[in-house]
């Protein structure tokens, strides 16, 4: 059985970062695009930002030139660097990832960290 496990979030100042962490375990063939999503309470979940297995990178308006995504494609584990955080990046953060496995390719999710920043 596949699963995300997330780690990393917590409380923050503004202006402060965060790393989180998302590993991914079971019986994995291959692993796709792996990204994080966030969702604020009263919002719809986003997408935050995404990469694919070769490294191409995607990231939300809001959060480019501050956030970077990486992977460790020998881990099985994505990252998510968080600098020059502000109020508005306070949510519930989400890894999210695309698994070819013994049960096919499906995407799966982490079960969420929160990311607090305030003062």
């Known amino acids: 059985q596949v699963q995300l496990v997330e780690s990393g979030g917590g409380l923050v100042q503004p202006g402060g970062f965060l790393r989180l962490s998302c590993a991914a375990s079971?019986?994995?063939?291959?692993?796709?695009?792996m990204g994080w999503y966030r969702q604020a309470p009263g919002k719809q979940r986003e997408l935050v930002a995404a990469?694919?297995?070769?490294?191409?990178?995607n990231y939300a308006d809001s959060v480019k030139g501050r956030f970077t995504i990486s992977r460790d494609n020998a881990k099985n584990t994505v990252y998510l660097q968080m600098n020059s955080l502000k109020p508005e990046d306070t949510a519930v953060y989400y890894c999210?990832?695309?698994?070819?496995?013994?049960?096919?390719?499906?995407?799966?999710w982490g079960q969420g960290t929160q990311v607090t920043v305030s003062s």
């Open positions: 079971g019986s994995i063939f291959r692993i796709n695009v």
């Open positions: 990469i694919t297995s070769g490294g191409s990178t």
């Open positions: 999210n990832a695309d698994i070819a496995s013994m049960d096919g390719v499906r995407t799966h």
